[in-house]
């Protein structure tokens, strides 16, 4: 089954968090302090792999400034702190309808809620009881006489109590009696939640990252797991790293030959080098070896004698060789987590990782790294979800993925900040520019990437722009249609004024560059010294203007009114007196013919409660709603027939 939603409330700084949409990989940005933490910790508590964290801690955890309220607040009930949605893979119905009947499970989809003070949690799965009754029924082979019984009966909980009551049972009803009796409380729904409560993975939170021991005693810590003695977490990591090598502890005590014994430390040595050093790009020339060698005594305790294995760091380039722990901490760091987590599935199952700030000492590449890891060996076996207010570790391909976690401070009537807690986001809108700060980063990031690799550059004015093509582009695909080829790296230059800098900045790459850029009437002179300068032809300068036909236009001008109306009242849920239509629109700046313009100055006449309008927000809000443009109105058809038309003259300059 997938995780597909969690809702935290009542927990530490978060009062209620919003529903929040998971996915299999899912990234929580936000600030220090925002409260990205607090919603792992909620999430995990509701199924933890930690066998200590049973049930949330009420006086530690609940929102401290309703502590002395909370039975005024919550009554005679527990405070909910975490409901997670489910949703049902076929292997899941098929384990349920095995036993219970086909066509049982009413809905794939279902809820789990935990609350304060409570080690158990409360389920919404439901099922057709009727059906199970009738499945049990038929699975016991009950005459038509034993049914008789049951004719009132449409659970298998009033079912057992008929059968319970009789004086004498037949055989078949025996056997409906005591198949019944297996269920808790004899109840079929009990019993579905019991089939898929085995199957649901837990929760394993991550916030410190154990590092490896450069060096293990074979003998110590053999001796120590014989009299099961705790271990230091550095041993626990170098074992994982033996048996993700393909050895173990057990083999090496068995080999009584220490050419053997070598050998199979030298193999294990291989055979990571080649595993890790795929996600580790800082430095190719690097080699792990593990060396085995018999302790000698000035070495200290437990390593002066018996056969002691030792992590190396070969370095070709420089032609030496160092301890494992001396090496810097962002290698360490990502050989042990590669090591750790390599070892996830075979120890603990089916888990969902919950990683808190991973890969804080890591370089922005290796945190690149990171990613591609999650991407190629996490994701594809445990759903995980990971905080970061890195840009490096956003995934710029799959902005939808993120969410953004914010503690969200507003005014009160006199004036004075005031707290509603921490909102997690998955429309990036957030009040506050720096929670979104490593979002930006990341598309940023890509954006220059892209052009020291990309031939084909198409310039725009800003991250907006690039975010509306991308979303035009893709329902154009769709539906067969013309649209930006996948060889253009869009990139945002900052307006018309800053494209002849860009192209002399970059004229030595040899770059395929066009442009589609906004344009207002004062900006004719600029566009003339664009002209001047002869870098590009005149018809790869594109203006908006030419596109959505006015004199002055943004790409938003691409839009139909109706459609971008409908745009900005989803994005910013305008609702009643404050929802946005083309008369208020229109009418809201009557000296511009800008769609872009005319929102700015509606949105100026809205109270502060209303979140202020960004050019990004309904870009982003485009991005992950493409129904928007998915309608067959005409509105819509004249917006797509715009952006087809931009992408046709786009298409003739691709090399």
């Known amino acids: 089954m997938k995780l597909i939603g969690a809702h935290a409330k009542n927990y530490r700084n978060i009062l209620d968090s919003n529903p929040v949409e998971i996915t299999q990989a899912t990234c929580l940005v936000g600030k220090n302090e925002a409260g990205k933490s607090a919603f792992l910790k909620a999430l995990e508590g509701l199924r933890s792999t930690d066998p200590n964290f049973t049930q949330y801690n009420k006086i530690t955890n609940y929102p401290r400034q309703n502590l002395s309220d909370y039975s005024t607040i919550h009554g005679d009930v527990e405070a909910v702190v975490m409901t997670a949605k489910w949703k049902l893979e076929p292997s899941d119905v098929t384990a349920v309808e095995s036993e219970l009947g086909a066509g049982v499970i009413e809905s794939e989809v279902f809820e789990v809620s935990k609350t304060y003070e409570s080690t158990g949690t409360t389920w919404t799965l439901s099922v057709d009881k009727a059906k199970v009754l009738d499945h049990l029924v038929a699975k016991c082979g009950l005459a038509a006489d034993d049914r008789a019984v049951l004719a009132e009966a449409r659970s298998t909980v009033r079912a057992y109590d008929a059968l319970k009551a009789l004086a004498t049972r037949t055989a078949s009803q025996e056997a409906l009696f005591q198949l019944i009796q297996t269920f808790r409380e004899n109840s079929e729904g009990l019993r579905a939640i019991d089939i898929i409560s085995k199957r649901m993975p837990k929760f394993m939170y991550f916030s410190h990252w154990d590092r490896m021991s450069g060096e293990l005693s074979i003998n110590q810590l053999n001796a120590d797991k014989q009299q099961n003695k705790d271990m230091s977490s550095g041993d626990r990591v170098f074992l994982d790293f033996l048996e993700y090598a393909g050895t173990t502890l057990d ?88 090591v750790k987590f390599a070892q996830i599935k075979k120890s603990h199952g089916s888990v969902i990782l919950l990683l808190d700030e991973p890969g804080l000492t890591l370089h922005g590449t290796a945190q690149l790294d990171l990613l591609r890891y999650f991407a190629e060996e996490i994701a594809p076996n445990h759903q995980l979800i990971w905080t970061t207010h890195s840009p490096f570790m956003v995934p710029p391909d799959n902005l939808a993925c993120v969410r953004t976690v914010e503690d969200v401070v507003v005014r009160d009537p006199r004036g004075r900040k005031k707290s509603i807690g921490t909102k997690v986001r998955s429309d990036v809108l957030t009040t506050d520019p720096q929670t979104n700060f490593p979002i930006f980063g990341a598309m940023g990031f890509e954006v220059t990437q892209t052009l020291v690799i990309g031939k084909n550059t198409l310039l725009v004015e800003g991250p907006s722009d690039i975010l509306y093509l991308q979303a035009a582009s893709a329902v154009l695909k769709a539906a067969s249609r013309r649209h930006l080829a996948a060889q253009w790296a869009i990139c945002p230059s900052g307006g018309i004024d800053k494209i002849l800098p860009f192209v002399r900045l970059f004229y030595g790459n040899k770059l395929n560059v066009a442009v589609l850029t906004d344009f207002e009437r004062g900006q004719k002179r600029k566009l003339d010294e664009l002209h001047k300068a002869a870098l590009l032809e005149q018809d790869r300068i594109i203006l908006a203007t030419e596109v959505a036909g006015k004199e002055e236009a943004d790409i938003e001008d691409f839009f139909e009114p109706e459609v971008f109306v409908d745009l900005i009242n989803k994005t910013y849920r305008l609702s009643g007196e404050h929802q946005l239509t083309i008369e208020k629109l229109d009418q809201a700046d009557t000296n511009t013919q800008r769609l872009v313009k005319k929102t700015e100055a509606y949105f100026r006449l809205l109270p502060a409660g209303v979140p202020e309008f960004s050019h990004f927000d309904p870009s982003m809000y485009l991005l992950q709603h493409p129904e928007v443009l998915k309608g067959k109105s005409k509105a819509v058809q004249a917006t797509l027939d715009r952006f087809e038309a931009a992408f046709e003259r786009i298409s003739k300059f691709a090399t």
Do not use: M
């Open 251 to 338: 083999e090496l005590v068995a080999t009584n030959q220490f050419e053997e014994l070598n050998a199979k430390c030298k193999a294990a040595a291989l055979r990571i080098t080649n595993q890790i050093f795929d996600y580790w790009t800082q430095n190719d020339e690097l080699k792990i070896k593990v060396v085995l060698s018999e302790g000698k005594s000035g070495d200290p305790a437990p390593f002066n004698v018996g056969p002691v294995a030792r992590a190396r760091v070969e370095n070709n380039l420089h032609g030496v060789t160092v301890p494992f722990s001396e090496r810097s901490a962002g290698f360490i760091w990502f050989f042990s987590f590669l």
